[in-house]
Each structure stands twice: as structure tokens, then as C-alpha cells.
């Protein structure tokens, strides 16, 4: 049992034993010095009081109280029994008053300080000064203890919380990267397959419209390479871009009669309107509008059998709505569609990352519905 205890005490606590051995043997060593320079007003039962008293220090933190009055007593029989006051020099009690100041509270500290001061003077051991010095050097070292624990308790707490936002932070751009990887691949792969598709059903009946449709996908192919280009370069924090490495600019409303133009002749009949005058929105706004309409328009290509799809875009006092709604049916059975795919997520987000929301939901008449409402502020 003993071994165990043993191997279960800390570093620190093992540290803390040597310590009180140490100060033990010591107290011991100079009550017991100053009794023999002090011959012969001294007696072997003296001594081994004086020794009793300080070896009653091992046990001083986890005893303060009892230690104080063990060690103030002996102090006082060493005192009877010499016959001759001033032979016992108090270390073992002033020592026990330092830990009272160091371990308990100023209440406690003060109820042990004031009668073992009395009884030490009055018995003209030590003089209430070196008491009160005793104590007041207790406190010192635990409030300066408390310091620096509450120091290192904080500095612990703002490492685990930078690692903490460290960590958001990387889910974060991850989040970001994989909505405008998503959004790209998913729109250019979607309108390059169709492309190709279109293009092979008319390669021998109308050569000169395939040719037409295959030139689009290249042209689609090539703006979503330099798409790719221009993510990879922000990943990267590159300053200058390399020659072989062109970058466009990121998208925004201002090709909102492209990107119509384009699921167009894909076969999608799609009706624009606009409401209100177009003006200049922040750059992150004017990127997550385009985003949220491409991936729509996407999905409805993809998953439906729309006859009319309308898209709106309202320019409102401080708030952007973008609006796509489609009669058509599910190209897959119900069963088989996913409840919630990586588009209208991220859809969410990017809408969410500027204080904005998404709805995606069945019309009631039939069809499917995709709302964004983006917060831009007051009219530029």
C-alpha cells in the first residue's frame, strides 16, 4: 500500500516532502545547537522536546493548525524544564506561524498569530515581531502563489482558445474552398456535359451547330481553367501572378445576361427581371448573388424538367433578393434525390457569411423555389 502511495505523488509533491524534511532537520538542528552553546541550563528531556517540536514540521501543510499548537506548546515545557528562561529560541513555532500565514486564510492566520505571540513573549522565546513577520511572509507567498497560478490558469485558457479559433478559422477557409470549388466544377461540368451531349445528338445532321456548341464548351472550359487558376493564386498569398497562369476576375452581377445567356442555350427558357437600378455592391456580396444564381440555375438544369424558369433580382434600399423559380419536375424519382445536397449548403453559407439567408423549398403549385436575401447597406 505504502509503495503505491508513493509511486502516486507528483513531482511536485514529492519536492514538497524533501522540503519539509529538510526545514525540519534544520529547526531541529538550531533549537538543539543554542541548548548545548548554552550548557548547562539545558536537559536531555529538553532536547528531546526541542526535537519533538521540530520534527512536528514534517507535517506542517497538511497540519498547520495542530503543528502551531504542538510545536508553541513543547516551546513552553522546554522553557519550564530548563529552569531558565530564553534557552528555547522558538524556531520550531515561528516556522509553524509561517505556514499558517502561507496555507490558511487572514482570518485563521490571525486567530493562531495572536495567542502564540503572547505565550512566546511571555515566556521570553521570541518577540511578537518576528511573529507578525512570521505571518505577514506566509501571506506574502500565497498571494504571490495565487498570482501566479491565476497567470498561468489564464495563459492556458488563451492558448486552448487561439488553437480554438485557430481551428475555426482553418474549418472556415476549408468551408470557403470546397462552396467555390463545388460551385465551379458543378456549373462548368454541368453545362460542358450537356454541351457535349447537344453536340453529338446534331454531329451529322447539323454539323455547323455542333461546331457552335462545342466552340461554347471550350469557351466554358477556359474560362473555368482560369477560374481554377485565379482560387489556386489566393490559396497560395501570390503576389505577382506567373505568365502562364492568367487570372479573371471574380464574377459578379455584371454578368448576370452572360450567365442566362448561357443555361439559354443549354434549353433552359429563362424569363430576367431585374428590379431596380443596378449599382455597385461590396465585392464579397456581388460574388455570393452570382454564386447563389449560378448554383440554382444548375440544380434546375440538372434536377428538373422546367418548361419557365424565372429569375429575379430586387434591388431594395439595403437589402438584395435574388429570386429562381421553376415548373418543373424531378428528373430522378423522389426516393432517390437527396434531401440536401452540397449546393443549397453552401448556397446557405455563403448567403450566412454576409448576414444573408437562403430558402429552398417545393412551390405549392409545383415547381421549386430558391430565395436569397443579401443585406447591402444603405444606397451607394
Known amino acids: 500500500m505504502a509503495g503505491r502511495i508513493r509511486q502516486g505523488l507528483t513531482e511536485p509533491d514529492r519536492r514538497a516532502r524533501v522540503l519539509d524534511v529538510l526545514i525540519a532537520a534544520c529547526t531541529t538542528g538550531i533549537e538543539i545547537g543554542v541548548m548545548i552553546d548554552r550548557w548547562p541550563d539545558w536537559t536531555w528531556t529538553a532536547i528531546a522536546l526541542s526535537a519533538l ?43 509553524a506561524l509561517f505556514t499558517l500565514g502561507e496555507r490558511k486564510t487572514w482570518r485563521v492566520a490571525l486567530l493562531g498569530l495572536v495567542p502564540a505571540a503572547v505565550l ?10 518576528v511573529c507578525v513577520m512570521a505571518v505577514l511572509t506566509g501571506r506574502y507567498l500565497q498571494m504571490r502563489r495565487r498570482y501566479v497560478s491565476t497567470l498561468e490558469e489564464r495563459t492556458a485558457y488563451l492558448e486552448r482558445e487561439r488553437a480554438q479559433l485557430d481551428q475555426i478559422a482553418m474549418q472556415r477557409e476549408r468551408a470557403a474552398v470546397a462552396r467555390e470549388l463545388h460551385d465551379l466544377v458543378g456549373h462548368t461540368v454541368t453545362v460542358m456535359l450537356l454541351g457535349v451531349r447537344g453536340a453529338r445528338d446534331v454531329l451529322r445532321t447539323a454539323p455547323d451547330e455542333a461546331d457552335d456548341t462545342l466552340r461554347r464548351v471550350e469557351e466554358s472550359g477556359e474560362q473555368s481553367l482560369a477560374e481554377l487558376r485565379r482560387i489556386v493564386t489566393v490559396l497560395r498569398d501570390v503576389d505577382t501572378p506567373t505568365a502562364s497562369a492568367p487570372l479573371r476576375p471574380a464574377p459578379s452581377l455584371k454578368q448576370v445576361d452572360e450567365l442566362v445567356t448561357t443555361f439559354r442555350d443549354l434549353g433552359l427558357p429563362i424569363r430576367l427581371d431585374i428590379d431596380g437600378a443596378l449599382r455597385p455592391l461590396p465585392d464579397g456580396v456581388e460574388l455570393a448573388a452570382y454564386r447563389i444564381l449560378e448554383e440554382a440555375l444548375t440544380n434546375v438544369l440538372k434536377h428538373s424538367r422546367a418548361t ?58 409545383g415547381g421549386f423555389r430558391v430565395r436569397a436575401r443579401l443585406p447591402i447597406g444603405a444606397t451607394v
Open 53 to 95: 517540536a521540530g520534527g512536528a514540521l514534517v507535517f506542517r501543510r497538511r497540519a498547520p493548525v495542530v503543528v502551531l499548537v504542538l510545536t508553541t506548546a513543547l516551546a513552553g515545557l522546554v522553557v519550564l524544564l530548563s529552569g531558565a528562561g530564553g534557552v528555547a529560541r522558538g524556531a520550531p513555532p515561528v516556522v
Open 120 to 129: 512566546l513573549f511571555a515566556w521570553s522565546i521570541t518577540s511578537p515581531v
Open 308 to 365: 419557365e424558369v424565372l429569375v429575379q433580382l430586387r434591388y431594395g434600399p439595403e437589402e438584395l433578393e435574388v429570386r429562381v423559380d421553376n415548373d418543373g419536375q424531378p428528373r430522378l424519382a423522389p426516393e432517390t434525390v437527396p434531401a440536401r445536397g452540397h449546393g443549397i449548403i453552401g448556397m446557405q453559407e455563403r448567403a450566412a457569411a454576409h448576414d444573408g439567408q437562403v430558402t429552398a423549398d417545393v412551390r405549392p403549385g
